[in-house]
């Protein structure tokens, strides 16, 4: 099965939880070797930089490559990436119209796994930031307000999508 | 962080490189191809001899225990086309005809990162697997040889 996110998955049939696991494997050790050797934040802001242009770029390119308006992007973004991430998380949904999508997640096994390697940032970059690129896709149409993460510490994650009026 | 995944290795190397990339990048745009660039490209290395003794407990560390890590899992999946040319207690030579982590790198136009991130792990590999063991090789694919002559053979 293809899925708009090919490039971001690499391989459908991995997991994006072991997907992002082998990632960390490799990142983590050679993050923790530049801090050692330019300090914490100077490492950070490259990791940071990199792999934040990096995502953008991808999902940019994505988007670009679906038909249809910016609101058709972003639905389409963001259900190839609800069938990947949603066997990993726990939500309740809040409200669901016309206007708004807000839901909480209150259990994600991307926090779990990168909270007790002690790699919060990390996870926040390689999973947390996707949800701002995807909704990038909606260009004008589509805006995500999420004031906390579990990621970052939080009980939970307060997703508030607002949609534009159509015309 | 030794959980193994059960993935094939071109896949596994390919999810590795799409952060890798970037962020080596990024460090070489910043740094060149200085110290800092080194400290990223030993971690790797590190990594890859670490790989190599989990390999070696899971193959055997002689000639025979190489030849199957190469066969299985190098080039499980389709990654790598494999000519055995000789094979002794004490060496083993083959070519590496075609190579799928080098299309990977050439389709990016990133061969100058496939080198460092991907080729240069097979030396430090080696270490780790049997220290008794070296490899030299003369040209890759990847650099843009006609193919990869691993040969490696017990140190005198």
Known sequence: MTSVLDDYLVDPKVSLLDKTRIQAQVLVPVLRALRAELGNDKADAIVKQALRDWSRQLFAAVGDAIEGSPRRKWASLQSALGEVTLREVEFEIRRHDKEALEFDVTRCRFAEFFRALGEPELGALLICETDFDIASAGDGEVSLDRAQTIMRGAPSCTFRYKFAPRP | MSDEIAIGHLQKRKIEARVLIPFITACREKFGDGPTSEVVAATIRAQAAEEGAQWAGSFGSDVA??????????????????????????????NVTRCRYAEFYKELGLEDLGSLIHCSRDHAMVAGFNDGLELTRSQTIMDGGSCCDFRFRRKT
């Open chain 2, 65 to 94: 225990g190489l030849r199957e890590l190469a066969e299985t899992v190098w080039a499980g999946g389709g990654g790598l086309d494999i000519q055995v040319l000789d094979q002794t207690n004490d060496r083993l030579a083959f």
